[in-house]
């Protein structure tokens, strides 16, 4: 039996597969999970409000992972102190990773490396 919760997630990823996935492995866990395919739909779905993480992918097409991050830091996107965001990749923790994190990003995750029993504890790690 999985834990319910009703907590809002946001994930923003360009890789239509990966979005795929993790909804089914975020609905089954109880997640409300909604998805963006690149940063301006993310933005756009951040600026709604109402997210308890935001899942953001660093490097997509028409506006990347830290493209995000810094309009929301011009900004002082409410979301921005209000819900964590935590990068995903597939390069490795590098100088993008530390700049997401200069950025206000909460965590990083290893896309490569997340299993879907570690994506569900590193959410539960990010949403206490």
Do not use: H
């Amino acid at each position: 039996m999985t834990e319910k919760s009703s907590k809002k997630v946001l994930l923003v990823d360009d890789d239509e597969s990966l979005r795929q996935m993790y909804t089914l492995i975020l609905n089954k866990a109880g997640y409300d999970l909604t998805t963006a395919d690149d940063g301006i739909e993310g933005i756009a779905k951040i600026r709604e409000g109402g997210w308890d993480l935001i899942l953001l992918d660093l490097m997509m097409p028409n506006l990347d992972g830290i493209g995000v991050l810094k309009a929301f830091q011009e900004e002082k996107g409410k979301c921005q102190t209000a819900c964590p965001i935590v990068v995903l990749s597939n390069a490795g923790y590098n100088t993008v990773a530390k700049e997401a994190e200069t950025l206000g990003a909460k965590g990083f995750l290893m896309k490569a490396d997340l299993l879907p029993k570690d994506l569900i504890e590193a959410l539960k790690k990010y949403l206490a």
